[in-house]
């Protein structure tokens, strides 16, 4: 692709900044990362400079800097998040640790129009995910857009061209995130844009041979759209006889899966694929394991040895042959990938054997610059079935990260009072499981508590609710509702318990019932993912499934379904009737504060 003029995107470690750079292409400009960010190397060509957001707080030792040359060198400048802050204070704003915390979705009230905001309404849904705040303005700008929680949610100094958004316009859930980028693009930058019309899959098929050189590709297929969209793209430009595929059946795949595996690969023609049952050793090896990134690393580590197993029992010489992955780009963002991005979780394809792969040039990944929205459109433009195409993703380490174990029992669930002063009338209690997931918060990792909130509530408040206790709350980034169960919240407690085949069938069997009442309803249209956790959590005598339905486009942010109260409900109540489960809860956190997965 050619194009007139550039972006320089200075990466400070946020979990967005690669989204940035695919969004301007997107727009029709040229984008570059650029990750020396003290001494940055900026084009000839170069029309503007995007600061990207990051995991660290600006006032922090060591946290990524920018060159105070950036903002006078006459080119326009926006600073997004940690950027925003960082301009800030270099520029001689000041930057404080907030009140309040932003995670999710903010209202935004527009005061100024025009630049950034030219042809946009001035009320706004943004998406947000920080917990330090500009407290001080730099001399020469102005306020442009408020939240409720953040004064200046977007500052300009109109005479530089320097601006800073608090929020991510990036992200497709920011309600005007393109047209705000349009307009700093071509409005504020004076880009123009222009491209060659070359064909996606051309270009990616003429990369695949290129990387390929002689080499044969042995390729970890699961049946999901990234897999079978970079087997299917590797299998067209070298042919079937020169890629080889292997679906491994770890005992942690959904009910009837890899049966629609193999039906749904011989319906294409995808004949070139074996199918092994290593149930027995993934178990073994997850044995007595808790800790969730512990799980994640032992299950990458397991796929490559049972590969290494079946190359040497088919007599395959491994210095003739790259492993191919379906590998995409938040895999690689969220397992800390870049220079000065956070862990959010490891993913089984970014262990660190693959990692040596890679190092070696043994690793072949044609879509690892991808997002899954723009991967669906690639099996569509392949002529994939629309079953596979649209479904729903799954996480490599499968069930492993949603059957949820407890290294002891705790017979108490902390009673919280919490926000008392945000909710004087609240009809509903608040209790605390000692449990703790996973979230993404301030682009960064957390563990922290997860909360069940009982009580009489409008459906049309639980978003509300969830948002006001994780911004207030700094011990929590999960926030669930009881819908039902055959006992009460206040004698309920956590099992000691570990991944056993028993605990991995009655997840199975309540997330078969979640699959098909959702078809059978047709509200599985309005779904992305849904997955459905196993927790420890005991009422009686069973465990307890939380609901998890999210509804996103690439996955790097996510709303939580609000699914109508009815269903909902009838959908509870049809869980408890499977035996061993106790009582059902539905989470209602946005991504940020928690991740999609618990886990």
């Not at 029709?28 to 060509?45: L, Q």
């Not at 500009?134 to 700008?141: N, V, Y």
């Not at 997850?286 to 580590?301: C, F, N, S, T, Y």
Request: contains cysteine; aromatic residues 8%; positive net charge.
């Amino acid at each position: 692709m050619a194009y007139k003029n550039r972006i320089a995107i200075f990466d400070l470690g946020g979990q967005y900044t690669h989204l940035i750079a695919r969004k301007v292409n997107k727009l029709g400009a040229d984008s570059y990362i650029v990750y020396d960010t003290i001494n940055p190397e900026i084009r000839p060509d170069t029309r503007g400079i995007i600061l990207s957001g990051g995991p660290n707080s600006v006032y922090d030792k060591d946290s990524p800097q920018v060159s105070p040359h950036v903002f006078k060198n006459g080119l326009p400048v926006l600073g997004i998040c940690y950027g925003h802050q960082l301009m800030a204070q270099i520029l001689g704003g000041k930057v404080i640790q907030g009140t309040v915390r932003e995670y999710g979705a903010a209202s935004l009230k527009i005061k100024n129009s025009g630049f950034l905001f030219e042809g946009i309404r001035a009320s706004q849904k943004v998406w947000m995910s920080h917990g330090d705040s500009i407290s001080k303005l730099p001399p020469g700008f102005k306020v442009l857009a408020s939240t409720p929680g953040c004064r200046f949610a977007a500052i300009g100094d109109l005479t530089r061209g320097l601006f800073g958004v608090q929020f991510h316009p990036e992200v497709t859930h920011t309600t005007s995130g393109r047209k705000i980028l349009k307009n700093f693009l071509f409005g504020i930058c004076k880009c123009a844009a222009g491209r060659d019309n070359i064909s996606e899959i051309s270009i990616l098929l003429n990369k695949i041979k290129s990387e390929a050189g002689k080499s044969r590709v042995f390729f970890l297929v699961s049946g999901g759209v990234d897999s079978t969209v970079a087997f299917t793209l590797c299998t067209k430009a070298l042919g079937e006889n020169r890629v080889q595929g292997l679906c491994i059946d770890t005992g942690l795949m959904r009910k009837n899966e890899l049966a629609d595996t193999k039906k749904a690969f011989n319906n294409i023609g995808l004949t070139n694929v074996d199918y092994l049952d290593e149930s027995a050793a993934f178990l073994k090896a997850l044995k007595g394991v808790h800790d969730p990134e512990e799980k994640r690393k032992i299950i990458g580590a397991t796929f490559i040895k049972v590969q290494d197993s079946y190359m040497k029992k088919g007599g395959i010489a491994k210095s003739n042959w790259l492993l191919g992955q379906g590998t995409i780009y938040p895999d690689t963002i969220e397992s800390g990938g870049t220079k000065h991005s956070s862990v959010i979780k490891t993913h089984h394809n970014r262990v660190s054997v693959i990692e040596g792969l890679k190092r070696a040039g043994r690793l072949l990944e044609p879509i690892a610059d991808y997002y899954k929205d723009e991967v669906r459109i690639l099996g569509r433009q392949l002529s994939l079935p629309r079953e596979i195409v649209q479904k729903n993703p799954f996480p490599g380490p499968g069930l492993a990260i949603r059957c949820l174990t407890a290294k002891q029992s705790n017979r108490v669930l902390e009673e919280l009072p919490l926000l008392d002063s945000h909710f004087p009338k609240r009809s509903f209690t608040v209790r605390a499981l000692s449990l703790k997931s996973v979230g993404v918060q301030g682009d960064s990792r957390s563990e922290n508590r997860v909360l069940v909130v009982d009580g009489n509530i409008p459906f049309n408040q639980l978003e509300n609710i969830s948002t006001s206790i994780t911004n207030n709350a700094l011990y929590v980034n999960r926030v669930t509702y009881l819908l039902g169960a055959k006992g009460i919240l206040g004698n309920a407690h956590i099992i000691k318990c570990e991944i056993t085949n028993d605990r991995l069938d009655l997840l199975r069997e309540a997330d078969f019932t979640v699959t098909r009442l959702i078809k059978r309803h047709r509200i599985n249209k309005k779904i992305w993912q849904f997955p459905v956790i196993l927790v420890p959590l005991q009422f009686v005598d069973g465990e307890t499934v939380a609901l998890r339905p999210v509804s996103s486009v690439n996955g790097m942010t996510a709303e939580y379904t609000k699914m109508p109260k009815k269903f909902t409900y009838e959908l509870a109540e049809q869980l408890m009737t499977i035996p061993g489960i106790d009582a059902v809860l539905y989470d209602i956190t946005n991504k940020p504060p928690a991740t999609i997965e618990w886990e």
